[in-house]
C-alpha cells in the first residue's frame, strides 16, 4: 500500500470529520427550513477546490498534495449524495420550489465559489 493512497485515506476521514463539525454548527445556528448546512459544506469545499485547482495549475503544489487534498479531505468534506437525498426529501415533502432553490442555489453557489477561489488563487501567481 503506497504512502499516497494511505495520506489521502486519512484526509478523507479528516474531511468527512470537518464536515460532520461545520454541518452541526450551521445547522444549530440556522433557523433555515431546508438544510443549510450542506449548502455551506458544498459551496465552502468549492471554493476550496477551486483554490487547489489554480494552485495546481500554476505548478505550484505538487500531484501527490493535490491528491491529498482535494482527492481526500475536499471529497470527505464535501457531499453530493447527502445535497440529492435533502433535495428529493423536500420534493417528497411537496415543497418543490424549495427543492428547486435550494439544488439549484447550492449547484450556482457551488460554481461561482469555485470561480472565485480560482480567481483569489490566481493572485498569488
Not at 486519512?10 to 440556522?30: P, Y
Request: with cysteine.
Amino acid at each position: 500500500m503506497s504512502w499516497l493512497f494511505l495520506a489521502t485515506t486519512v484526509a478523507g476521514g479528516a474531511g468527512a470529520a470537518a464536515r460532520f463539525v461545520v454541518d452541526g454548527w450551521v445547522t444549530r445556528a440556522s433557523s433555515a427550513k431546508v438544510p443549510v448546512g450542506t449548502v455551506v459544506i458544498n459551496v465552502t469545499g468549492s471554493f476550496a477546490l477551486g483554490i487547489i485547482a489554480m494552485i495546481a495549475a500554476e505548478g505550484l503544489l505538487p500531484p501527490p498534495a493535490q491528491t491529498i487534498a482535494a482527492s481526500g479531505f475536499l471529497a470527505g468534506y464535501t457531499t453530493f449524495s447527502t445535497a440529492s437525498a435533502q433535495t428529493s426529501d423536500l420534493v417528497a415533502e411537496g415543497r418543490h420550489g424549495a427543492a428547486a432553490l435550494y439544488s439549484g442555489g447550492m449547484f450556482a453557489g457551488s460554481l461561482v465559489a469555485a470561480a472565485i477561489g480560482m480567481w483569489c488563487a490566481s493572485l498569488l501567481g
